[in-house]
């Protein structure tokens, strides 16, 4: 399985766990759900509903 690196600059650590996000670390959080949950789709074989196949 590949890894993958991805760094947001405008966002703080752990941005997407603070109540206090500003707009770019929204933008990072959602960005980095999306590819967290393409990424187990793909190379951990689970369907959109995250269900093993």
């Given at each position: 399985m590949p890894v993958e690196w991805q760094e947001y600059p405008m966002a703080r650590r752990a941005?997407?766990?603070?109540?206090d996000?500003?707009?770019?670390?929204?933008?990072a959080a959602?960005?980095?759900?999306?590819?967290?949950k393409n990424w187990l789709e793909?190379?951990?074989?689970l369907t959109p509903e995250m269900k093993c196949k």
């Open positions: 941005f997407d766990f603070r109540p996000q500003t707009p770019e670390e929204k933008i959602r960005h980095a759900r999306e590819r967290a793909k190379w951990m074989k």
